[in-house]
């Protein structure tokens, strides 16, 4: 077992840095916002993840004051949207650095579709969507207590976007969707099969019956 410190490593063994591969998969954070000025942005994060299931509560961490995190600041809602693997390619086309007001939607040739509770838009294709609002914005510290460029943005999901088509004896079909998720490095990974584990007793697992 190989030990190292991360400013420390051996960059002959691990040339990359292996901290996102370590923590893996993680499901894609692909955040749409609209800003009070009516500008709108849409781009996906390799940090996302739910973190409350009473209240529905997801994140996504923003590495430096980009536009999902300052837009989302300003306006107070956002809106996930799973990213799936036919919707690859035009996920990865959101992550170009356009120029701030230049379309991402239009960018990676996607239509949006109107939310209910907020003003941001959802990618009409994707077969899931939570609509937001925005509960927290925490700058991270590191543990000198320095503060850090890193904004995790936590919100509550008061509305859910699901694709009809992909129910299935009251539960939603995954391997159906095929949502994609983020490894290490550049590489990615699709759902393509479940398998079951049943919790023991006493748990606390509410997952099945909600």
């Not at 002959?12 to 499901?27: E, G, H, S, Y």
Request: proline share 7%; hydrophobic share 40%; glycine share 8%.
């Amino acid at each position: 077992m190989i030990f190292f410190e991360p400013h420390a490593r051996d960059k002959t063994l691990f040339p990359w840095d292996p901290f996102k591969a370590m923590i893996t998969p993680r499901p894609v954070g692909w955040i749409s916002t609209r800003n009070r000025a009516g500008q709108v942005n849409l781009a996906p994060y390799s940090f996302f993840n739910a973190f409350s299931g009473d209240p529905p509560i997801v994140g996504f961490c923003s590495e430096g004051a980009k536009d999902s995190a300052t837009f989302a600041q300003d306006s107070g809602e956002f809106v996930w949207n799973m990213a799936t693997y036919d919707l690859r390619e035009k996920m990865n086309m959101t992550s170009a650095p356009l120029a701030q007001g230049d379309s991402e939607f239009e960018h990676a040739g996607l239509e949006t579709a109107p939310c209910v509770l907020v003003k941001a838009p959802r990618v009409a294709a994707s077969p899931c969507a939570l609509e937001c609002k925005v509960t927290q914005v925490v700058r991270l510290l590191d543990v000198n207590g320095a503060q850090t460029e890193r904004y995790l943005v936590l919100g509550q999901a008061i509305g859910l976007h699901v694709d009809e088509r992909f129910l299935k004896d009251g539960m939603i079909d995954l391997v159906a969707m095929k949502p994609i998720a983020r490894c290490g490095y550049q590489d990615y990974t699709a759902i393509d099969r479940l398998f079951p584990i049943k919790r023991p007793a006493g748990a606390g697992n509410k997952e099945a019956g909600g």
